[in-house]
Structures are given as C-alpha cells and as structure tokens.
C-alpha cells in the first residue's frame, strides 16, 4: 500500500481558509466589504490621494460644474463650490473628518455600554436598577435635543462633538449586554468559576465577555452608520465641524444656499454619506445573520 501526498503545485493551487471563506460571503456583501475598504483607504490617504488643497480658494474658479459639463475647468472632476474650492478634495479630507468622529465616538459609545451593560447583569439588584432607569431616560428623550442642548452649553468644539457621539447610543449596548449576561450567569460554566475562587472581573472580562461579543460587534456596525448620519446632521445645522475644516455634513449645509445653481456641491458630499452609511449597514445585517445560530442551518 502506498501513500499519495499532494504536489507542491497542487497544494499552491488550494484555495487557503481565508479565501474560501471570502467566498462563502455573498457577492453583494463582499462588494461592500470593497466599497468600505476604498473608502477607509481614501479617507486614512486623504493628504496624498486629493488633487488639491481642500481650503485652497479661487475666486475666478467658483461655482465651476463638474467635468463634462459647460463651463468646467480641467482638473476640478467634481467642480468647485461658491468659493472656488474643490468639491472633490473637500469630499475626500471630509470623509476623513466624519469618518475619524464616528470611530471615536462609536468606541467611547461601545466601552460606556458594554461596561455598564456588564455591571448590570452581573451585579443586578439596585446597581440594575439605576442602570436601566438612565437607558430608559435616554432612549425616552430625542437624543438629538441632547446633542443640541449639549452643544449650546458647551460649544461646538472637536472635544464637545466626540462626546456627544460618545454618549450617543451607548444604551442600546447595555440592553443588549445586560440581556445577554443574565442569560449567561446561572451557566454552568460560571457556577463552576465561582465555586473554585475565581474572581468577578476575570469571570466578565474572560469568560462572560468573550461569549457577549458577537451581538456586540453587530450592534457596532449599526451604531457607526447612525453616528455618521448624526455628526452629518450637527454639523449641517452649523453646530458640528466649524469651517474652514471640512466635513461631509458642513458641506451639504455650507451648499444648501446653492442648489438650484450649483447642485453638485450639495450632491456630492450627500451621496458620499448614503453611500457610507448603506454600506455599513448593509455589512452590520449580514453579520447579524451571520452569527446568529438560531439562524444557521
């Protein structure tokens, strides 16, 4: 009896792990996975990917269309708006700005609530009760009263607008963690922790956690596209991002006044934000499903 092993060539031809998995996603999502790279790309590339300086202004060059339009000036492939700048480096150093806040606040959001959301399934009782008696405040008041509230206080400051985004949201991951963590308490496996000495903190953090983080990981998906959609929103109501920075949501309000002689300047930043925020949503629904095991087959 022999042994046949594989050829070298034939074990080079084998698709490795990752690419089979790659390929099991659907090709939908997997564009998305593209588009979202590309744009995280550009966005982190900003200084070197942008043709131009995006607070560089031209007076004489104002308010030019985009390429292939009457009136437009080579180099300007998505025009220039009512000071002369171009949109299109705008739209790039923008995603930067409004991308760079959604992650930041989206991690101050995510520690808050998974860290309350933990000492309140754990620990239950009166601790539980004070935690879900603010979540339910929150989720009772339009956080966008808060925000603005917020703001006229403090200011409209890069510190002021991350924790505004910071503290946007951070109730939907103490619900969904608490939820899990009692389900997850009166286990097996933390009965037996507890019975051999084992400390609190090291039951949540490696042993509780770990079996939390997938919803928690979903809910980080979606709570970047709402993050995105309300730092947009802040500063298109001029209480965000102040000029001459640019950000995706100060475009589309610094255009408004614009749009019917000039659309293009309010176009493109908005596309740019329904693009980012579907495609993260669209990549946070597959990964519901995805790691959902009542939904496997």
């Known amino acids: ?16 792990r990752a690419l089979k998995a790659w390929r099991r996603i659907p090709l939908g999502i997997r564009l998305c996975f593209l588009v979202a790279a590309l744009l995280v790309l550009a966005a982190a590339l ?6 131009m300086d995006p607070d560089h202004q031209s007076l004489l060059s104002r308010l030019r269309p985009p390429v292939g339009f009457e009136r437009a000036k080579a180099g300007y492939l998505l025009g220039t708006d009512q000071l002369g700048r171009d949109v299109l480096s705008r739209c790039i150093h923008g995603l930067t700005v409004t991308l760079g806040m959604a992650a930041l606040g989206a991690t101050i ?17 009166r601790v539980d009760d004070a935690i879900m008696a603010v979540v339910d405040i929150q989720i009772a008041v339009p956080f966008t009263l808060v925000a603005l509230l917020v703001v006229a206080i403090a200011g409209t400051g890069v510190e002021v607008l991350i924790l505004v985004l910071g503290i946007a949201y951070w109730e939907q ?20 922790g507890r019975a051999i000495g084992m400390s609190n903190s090291r039951l949540l953090f490696r042993h509780i956690l770990p079996n939390v983080a997938s919803p928690i990981i979903v809910q980080a998906t979606l709570v970047i596209s709402n ?4 730092e947009s929103s802040l500063s298109f109501l001029g209480l965000g991002i102040q000029p001459p920075t640019a950000s995706l949501g100060s475009m589309v309000g610094q255009g408004r006044d614009y749009m019917a002689s000039a659309p293009w300047i309010v176009a493109a930043p908005a596309l740019l934000i329904v693009a980012v ?3 993260v949503l669209l990549i946070g629904d597959w990964l519901r499903d995805s790691l959902d095991v009542r939904l496997s087959d």
């Open 1 to 16: 009896m022999t042994l046949a092993f594989p050829s070298l060539a034939e074990a080079d031809r084998r698709p490795s």
């Open 46 to 51: 900003a200084p070197w990917v942008s043709p």
């Open 109 to 125: 959001s995510l520690t808050l609530g998974t860290g309350l959301g933990l000492l309140s399934g754990y620990v239950g009782g």
């Open 173 to 192: 991951y103490a619900r969904i963690v608490r939820g899990q963590v009692l389900a997850l308490r009166s286990l097996p496996f933390v009965e037996a």
């Open 227 to 230: 993050l995105i959609l309300l």
């Open 277 to 279: 925020a579907l495609v």
